[in-house]
DNA sequence: CAACGGACCTGCCTGC
DNA sequence: TGCAGGCAGGTCCGTT
């Protein structure tokens, strides 16, 4: 489910209803995600107080002062703020009660997703250690870029899905990057020239930052915080539309193909 | 190093 | 209707 948007999306909603407020329990139901869940919780974040929810990459970063607690949706987790009482469903594996009036609940059917506790810096946690510039991070740029691809010969599509390269762009805002910057998803990554690296780097921000503001791409069942799905569906341009006109030179139909493992989506007329 | 295949899970859709 | 097969928004690991 999320890519950087979706995960962004939901931590603007559910920022608002939990910072400033007291854990007053927890209730951990599963604890078999990618990293397992400690069952003991609760001692950790019974009585303290959550200070801020921020975004790293794909995580979510709740900071609790004497820690923060690590979570990643992984493919087709969600973060949902309730009522206290409202019924437990098949996948909802973690609850965390504020103050006895408001529920965070981790849904997460595939169980790709993590919750983990560090009391330390979380940049210095080893999910995080290893990841790239966020995309608005002015070391994300073109001579970054074209420096790192030297050494790279495989698909640029790749190139960019790589978090070691920059953080938060997915399988679907990859397609609809390069389609932007007039990029083939399979080219090389060292034989894209540095302006059009920085082409690409203006594309992922462009795409990255309407998808925010559209609330993310809802594709099956991301839904936001609030339930509400996300509408950059309608906007995307190449991802999932296999056979239809190219939006961009209206003269391309747009392929599929598999890159590097994950379905592509391009046009051959205007990408290259 | 980088590239690649496979693994981890469940649900949903398609086609027979 | 049932069932097998394929596919899905993400990472991580082992091998070459």
Redesign the pocket.
């Known amino acids: 489910?999320?890519?950087l948007p979706?995960v962004e999306t939901t931590r603007r909603g559910v920022a608002p209803h939990l910072e400033g407020r007291r854990v007053s329990a927890v209730h951990v139901r599963e604890t078999?995600l990618?990293q397992p869940v400690d069952p003991a919780l609760a001692r950790l974040l019974e009585g303290v107080t959550l200070q801020r929810v921020q975004r790293r990459?794909?995580y979510l970063l709740l900071d609790f002062g004497h820690g923060t607690l690590i979570v990643?949706l992984?493919?087709?987790g969600s973060l949902r703020v309730l009522e206290p009482g409202t019924p437990v469903q098949?996948?909802d594996h973690v609850d965390l009660v504020f103050e006895e009036r408001t529920v965070l609940r981790l849904r997460d059917?595939?169980?790709?997703g993590l919750m983990v506790w560090t009391p330390d810096d979380p940049a210095q946690h080893p999910?995080l250690t290893?990841l790239g510039p966020e995309p608005w991070d002015p070391a994300f740029s073109a001579d970054y870029l074209a420096e790192?691809a030297r050494?790279?010969?495989?698909?640029v599509k790749?190139?960019l899905?790589d978090?070691?390269v920059v953080v938060g762009v997915?399988?679907?805002y990859a397609s609809e990057s390069l389609h932007r910057a007039g990029i083939h998803p399979a080219r090389p990554?060292r034989r894209v020239a540095k302006a059009r690296y920085a082409a690409l780097v203006d594309a992922v921000r462009e795409v990255l930052d309407q998808a925010i503001s559209f609330g993310?791409?809802?594709?099956?069942?991301?839904t936001r915080d609030d339930g509400k799905p996300?509408y950059f569906r309608n906007e995307l341009r190449v991802y999932d539309r296999a056979g239809a006109q190219c939006l961009r030179c209206g003269t391309g139909a747009i392929r599929q193909r598999v890159i590097?493992?994950?379905?592509s989506y391009f046009c051959p007329q205007c990408q290259r």
């Not at 059917?109 to 790709?112: G, I, T």
């Not at 993310?216 to 991301?222: C, I, Q, V």
């Open positions: 489910m999320p890519e979706e078999r990618r990459a794909k990643h992984g493919m087709s098949k996948h059917p595939r169980r790709f999910l290893e790192l050494s790279r010969s495989g698909a790749s190139f899905m978090g070691k997915g399988n679907i990554a993310g791409t809802t594709l099956r069942d991301f996300g590097g493992q994950r379905m």
